[in-house]
């Protein structure tokens, strides 16, 4: 059974940084475009990122120049490097792949606060 399985969320002060973690069991990684999403309380899921290759990337205008989202191949993981944290960004972060199937991850929280 393919799954994504998150990590790294947690509770972080105005202007610092998280990274988080998406692993891929199975064997769909190298075939999907990997992307993360957040949903804040009370509103819709939004497009973070989304990466297909190092020269293919997407990120929402929001967090461009804040967040870098990269993938290794090897350890069929991606990430979500996000600095300058702001507190509207405290959402649950959602890890998906695009590919052969449509896969969600169950989400991590990240608390962006004082």
């Known amino acids: 059974q393919v799954q994504l399985v998150e990590s790294g969320g947690g509770l972080v002060q105005p202007g610092g940084s998280l990274r988080l973690s998406c692993a891929a069991s199975g064997s769909i990684f190298r075939s999907s475009a990997m992307g993360w999403y957040r949903q804040a309380a009370g509103k819709e899921r939004e497009l973070v990122a989304v990466?297909?290759?190092?020269?293919?990337?997407y990120y929402a205008g929001s967090v461009k120049g804040r967040f870098t989202i990269s993938r290794d191949n090897a350890k069929d993981t991606v990430y979500l490097q996000m600095n300058r944290l702001k507190p509207v960004y405290t959402a649950v972060y959602f890890c998906?792949?695009?590919?052969?199937?449509?896969?969600w991850g169950q989400g991590t929280q990240v608390t962006v606060s004082s």
């Open positions: 990466i297909r290759s190092s020269r293919n990337r």
């Open positions: 998906n792949a695009d590919g052969p199937w449509v896969l």
